[in-house]
């Protein structure tokens, strides 16, 4: 069985600091992986996805996230918190074989003026 | 653009009274998925079709329905709404290609009365 573990429910950061939001998998095979962004009353926005090419995967609005098997981890940063990216994240995982996705709990990014 | 189209976005029902929500797509893809999404928390995988295959989650409530008429539309109909299933329903869809990811719809707010 795989699941998701975002590690931190809620991260608050100043504008114009970095961000790192955290994901771990836990899976006996490198599955794809995902991170969602979804602001109040929207659905979810894919910002990036990995898929076993480059372990460093760019995004939408200046994201990006590092794929470390060795440390079943799939992070999320970005250098420059703008306001605009106060939402809630969604880090999720994808068996190749499966068409389900495995959702981790969420965090809540608050960025402070 | 191709999209995923919810209807209605917010939706108001009594306590017991049928209420069905809407999904359409531009996107052909063969799979679709309804999620339930509480507050501050993961989306729930309720069922999913693959083409017309129905895809059914064991903990997913007697309650809950879904018709898929043809590619492009999915139904959710709740057949007696109770004051727990007031929540967000996501509508998602992902085409059959490897590590391809979903594409979510703007959700329907359920509001139960």
């Known amino acids: 069985a795989q699941s998701v573990t975002q590690l931190d429910s809620h991260v608050s950061v100043s504008e114009g600091t970095p961000v790192l939001l955290r994901c771990n998998y836990s899976?006996?095979?490198?599955?794809?992986l995902f991170w969602y962004v979804q602001h109040p009353n929207k659905g979810l926005q894919l910002l990036l996805k990995?898929?076993?090419?480059?372990?460093l995967v760019k995004g939408i609005n200046g994201f990006e996230a590092e794929f470390k098997k060795s440390e079943t981890s799939f992070h999320l940063t970005k250098p420059s918190a703008h306001m605009s990216d106060a939402a809630e994240y969604f880090c999720a995982a994808l068996r190749s074989s499966a068409r389900q996705l495995t959702f981790g709990s969420g965090t809540q990014l608050t960025v402070l003026p | 653009d191709a999209m995923v189209i919810q209807n209605p976005r917010y939706q108001v029902t009594q306590f017991g009274k049928p209420v069905t929500l809407s999904c359409s797509q531009t996107?052909?893809?063969?799979?679709m998925y309804w999620y339930q999404q509480k507050s501050s928390q993961a989306p729930k995988l309720l069922f999913h079709y693959y083409d017309k295959d129905f895809n059914n989650e064991a903990d997913t409530p007697d309650n809950f329905q879904s018709r898929r008429p043809n590619t492009s539309f999915c139904f959710l109909d709740i057949r007696s709404p109770g004051l727990g299933d007031a929540a967000m329903y996501l509508c998602?869809?992902?085409?059959?290609?490897?590590?391809?990811?979903?594409?979510f719809g703007p959700g329907t707010r359920l509001t139960v009365l």
């Open positions: 899976s006996s095979y490198s599955p794809s």
């Open positions: 998602a869809t992902r085409g059959t290609s490897a590590n391809n990811e979903q594409f």
């Open positions: 996107l052909n893809h063969n799979v």
């Open positions: 990995y898929t076993s090419a480059a372990t």
